[in-house]
């Protein structure tokens, strides 16, 4: 079966650190990927999916970027953290067009 | 662009009661796909149900069911006889047939709160 895995569950991070999020899916291949933010009590807001090894997609301008190595590795990547990059970051992935979002257990991001 | 809309940002309800979550969308597309996930405590994203645009029937998930407007651009979930377990945020997510990446773009939520 397919499971999806997301680390490290929390982190805090000054400002002006680098930030690595990693996510990696397995028992499946070319899977669709996708970081989403999620700001405290509020709904999901799409950063990056990617369709393939190499190509990723940007949904809003920002601090942040994304990238995928492998075909069941995506990361979330900045240079500088901003106090604004704080909040809980999921990861998720789908195959088919009739699939749902599966998705990981999530990074709580404080940027302090 | 697609929307999706949740007019309620909170619902409460009794346990053992029913409550009725709403939402709506925008497209200009016949064929699509919809979802409802829960949103626990624990953050934890779980799928709650699905359904196809071209079925006109509703889909059922054990004391989950949705009624599904298409010409409304309509997709509430029902829950029975709610449980305390069901206490979460709730979002309605849409996904064009034609989207490049199959994309879901998701509601606000709506936090249910179940009272004992």
């Known amino acids: 079966s397919q499971t999806i895995h997301q680390w490290p569950a929390t982190l805090v991070q000054p400002v002006g650190s680098p930030l690595s999020l990693e996510c990696t899916v397995e028992g499946t291949s070319n899977p669709n990927l996708y970081w989403y933010r999620q700001a405290a009590g509020r709904g999901l807001q799409l950063l990056f999916y990617s369709v393939g090894i190499g190509q990723i997609s940007s949904e809003v301008p920002q601090n942040l970027s994304a990238s995928r190595p492998q075909d069941r590795q995506f990361i979330l990547s900045s240079k500088k953290l901003l106090l604004s990059d704080s909040g809980f970051y999921l990861c998720a992935w789908t195959q088919q067009l009739n699939s749902p979002l599966h998705f990981g257990n999530g990074t709580r991001l404080t940027v302090t | 662009a697609q929307t999706v809309t949740q007019s309620q940002p909170e619902m409460s309800v009794q346990e053992a009661e029913t409550v009725t979550l709403s939402c709506t969308y925008d497209?200009?597309?016949?064929?699509?796909?919809l979802f409802w996930y829960k949103q626990p405590p624990s953050r934890q994203m779980i799928l709650v149900i699905r359904q196809e645009a071209y079925k006109q029937q509703n889909a059922t998930e054990n004391r989950f069911s949705v009624n599904f407007q298409k010409a409304a651009k309509s997709f509430s979930l029902k829950i029975s006889d709610s449980q305390l377990g069901d206490a979460a945020m709730y979002f309605c997510a849409y996904r064009s047939p034609v989207s490049y990446g199959n994309k879901l773009v998701f509601g606000a939520g709506t936090i249910l709160r179940v009272k004992s």
């Open positions: 497209t200009s597309e016949s064929d699509y796909y």
